[in-house]
């Protein structure tokens, strides 16, 4: 198994781009999570979703959108990159436990 | 509305020192507690978790940590720190105990380990 995996690794974005951030997980979660990582700021969610086909707004969901159209895959899009968006940005599954990727470290200049 | 406090964003400690991480919780329900460990580069890992049996939970690695509902506290502790201990720790609280638990995480404690 590979467990969560996210691409790209990382990535640098001029103000106004837009990019996907690609999550894949599979172990058969239902549940899975797009968080943001500032310094100490821990983690902050940014969407969730309970299923294919469901998602729902976490803690800083502006300047972000998902989809969720298979159990494995739950990309993150950003249509406007700000500075503001610069960050480190983890995706997770969960059946009790949450697994985390990687992460995808993204800069915005 | 859940929060999570950790006290001390850097921690150091001398190779076979006591570690100890502090995380205090605040929580309208009884809560669920999380311990997570994060090398450079890599994403979280759970090291142990507090689900209302035993208020002493062993993780992975010789950690542990211990739930005190008078303090609103689940600190983390390990009796001997190891060069390879160092990393970031992440106390988490969620309201249940289910498939999909919602984490609220507190901002980190990084540890170094000094030879």
């Known amino acids: 198994n590979a467990g969560v995996t996210q691409t790209p690794k990382f990535r640098i974005l001029k103000i106004g781009q837009s990019m996907t951030l690609q999550c894949t997980q599979d172990?058969?979660?239902?549940?899975m999570y797009w968080y943001r990582q500032d310094p100490g700021m821990g983690l902050k969610l940014i969407y969730y979703?309970?299923?294919?086909?469901?998602?729902d707004k976490g803690e800083v969901p502006n300047g972000y959108n998902v989809s969720r159209s298979t159990t494995e895959d739950f990309p993150l899009r950003l249509e406007l990159a700000a500075p503001s968006q610069t960050s480190v940005y983890f995706c997770?599954?969960?059946?009790?436990?949450?697994?985390f990727g990687p992460g995808t470290r993204l800069t915005v200049t | 509305a859940q929060s999570v406090t950790q006290l001390g964003s850097h921690v150091s400690v001398s190779e076979g020192a006591l570690v100890l991480l502090r995380c205090n919780y605040s929580?309208?329900?009884?809560?669920?507690l999380f311990w997570y460990v994060q090398y450079p580069n890599q994403g979280l890992q759970l090291l142990l978790k507090?689900?209302?049996?035993?208020?002493l939970v062993k993780g992975i690695n010789g950690f542990e940590a211990e739930f005190k509902k008078s303090e609103t506290s689940f600190h983390l502790t390990k009796p001997s720190a190891h060069m390879s201990d160092a990393a970031e720790y992440f106390c988490a609280v969620s309201d249940q105990n289910n498939a999909g638990n919602m984490l609220t995480f507190g901002g980190g404690t990084r540890l170094m380990v000094k030879p």
């Open positions: 172990m058969n979660h239902n549940y």
């Open positions: 929580s309208s329900v009884p809560p669920y």
């Open positions: 507090y689900t209302s049996a035993a208020t």
């Open positions: 997770a599954s969960s059946n009790y436990e949450q697994y």
């Open positions: 979703s309970v299923g294919a086909g469901i998602t």
